[in-house]
């Protein structure tokens, strides 16, 4: 009798250690296959066609984690602007020998990272459509793309005799721009939203490509001599290449596919290629005879 009741308890706790090995490893599956973040899924404002629904949970996760990769990228650019160009090397400024450029560049990311920290603090709220802080956040970005478009326009003018008031114009242009479509984003913010906002990064990707290609254009026609103690020719003609192809390729990231995770940073890959050109463009001559003296733009 006593052999065969503690067979039975023996029997007993075998079954209850097998249950307990079998839940746990049920909740590891079960933890295993529950991810926040889903790399290729898709958002909008439609609820019905797209993967991440509104006002849940997992849509604030991933558009927060997009958002702070965005983030990160333009964290790494001003921290290469400030500390290596600007502190190590003394490039960026006025003047000779300086790249001006690139200070307008480190102004435009500043305001980008200030952008991607309001979107970070409404998508940790789960208040996507905020008006505070969405309406900020875009005030923001829409600077940030107005001193990168306004740091590349100087390529339209580099022959020009009137190139410095050329190019002030057009930066009053983009900051007047995009200033409009801030204010015309908050009085419309209850029925759209960002949907004013929207077509300004595509355009703003657009027009720097258009600038980078005619660049080349002009480098390969002859018309903008390039600095051999900056780069030869063709290393900037291939460079070009490199970037046009490389905005191109976040335009059909950020246009078609609709997966926050190739959007926001492929976005930020924009404002990298703003950085890159204007390190070589921010050091040519682009000579214009003034006052008998030959002077380099924005010098």
């Given amino acids: 009798l006593v052999v065969d009741i503690s067979c039975r308890q023996k029997r007993l706790r075998n079954r209850r250690s097998c249950s307990c090995t079998a839940t746990l490893s ?13 790399l290729f899924e898709t958002a ?18 991933n558009f927060m984690a997009s958002h702070f990769g965005f983030f990160m990228i333009n964290a790494l650019n001003v921290s290469y602007l400030l500390f290596i160009e600007g502190y190590a090397l003394r490039n960026i400024g006025r003047g000779a020998g300086k790249n001006f450029l690139h200070l307008l ?26 008006s505070f802080w969405a309406n900020g956040g875009t005030i923001f970005s829409n600077m940030g793309f107005a001193f990168c478009n ?4 100087v390529v339209w003018f580099a022959n020009s005799d009137n190139r410095k008031r050329n190019w002030l114009m057009t930066a009053i242009f983009f900051i007047v721009a995009h200033n409009v479509n801030s204010v015309a984003l908050y009085k419309s913010w209850d029925d759209k939203h960002f949907v004013p906002f929207r077509p300004v990064v595509a355009a703003s990707a657009v027009y720097q490509t258009i600038a980078i290609g005619f660049t080349l254009y002009s480098i390969n026609k002859g018309s903008i001599s390039v600095k051999p103690s900056v780069a030869s020719k063709d290393q900037f003609a291939r460079l070009c290449q490199v970037l046009i192809a490389i905005n191109i390729l976040a335009l059909a990231c950020t246009g078609l596919l609709h997966m926050p995770m190739f959007t926001y940073p492929e976005t930020g890959w924009i404002y990298v290629t703003c950085v890159v050109f204007c390190k070589l463009l921010g050091q040519m001559d682009f ?3 003034i006052g008998g003296e030959t002077s380099p733009l924005l010098g």
């Fill in 26 to 38: 049920s909740r590891k599956e079960t933890i295993r296959m529950a991810t926040y973040i889903g």
């Fill in 150 to 153: 306004i740091s590349v326009s």
């Fill in 287 to 289: 000579a214009a005879l």
């Fill in 44 to 61: 909008s404002d439609d609820d019905v066609s797209y993967d991440l629904k509104l006002g849940s949970d997992r849509r604030a996760i």
């Fill in 105 to 130: 560049c480190l102004i435009g990311c500043f305001f980008q990272m200030c952008s991607c920290i309001t979107s970070m603090t409404r998508y940790n709220m789960n208040d996507e459509f905020s």
